[in-house]
């Protein structure tokens, strides 16, 4: 996992964990983006399975529902963010 500059400001700014990134970029599904970017998100679907797996963590899948990982189609993680929490 390569995070730009950027990305890796981003990141401890939000206080987004690095362990979230990649269970984000694992679990969660890409959308197209403009400039061939893709943006990774957990959607309701995505909590659904992932709390069939891990039940026990449904505040820490809860949390990130919000986050958001923005990747070049390189793979190369450009930046990562917050929007409003998503209900379900």
Not at 30 to 44: C, D, H
């Amino acid at each position: 996992m390569y995070l730009t500059k950027h990305a890796l400001v981003r990141q401890q700014q939000r206080c987004v964990l690095l362990s979230t990134i990649e269970l984000i970029l694992e679990h969660g599904t890409p959308l197209k983006k403009p400039g061939k970017a893709y943006e990774y998100r957990i959607l309701k679907k995505n909590k659904k399975e992932l709390l069939s797996d891990l039940p026990q963590n449904r505040q820490v899948i809860d949390k990130i529902m919000g986050k958001r990982v923005l990747v070049s189609s390189e793979g190369v993680i450009i930046t990562v963010y917050n929007t409003y929490k998503e209900r379900g």
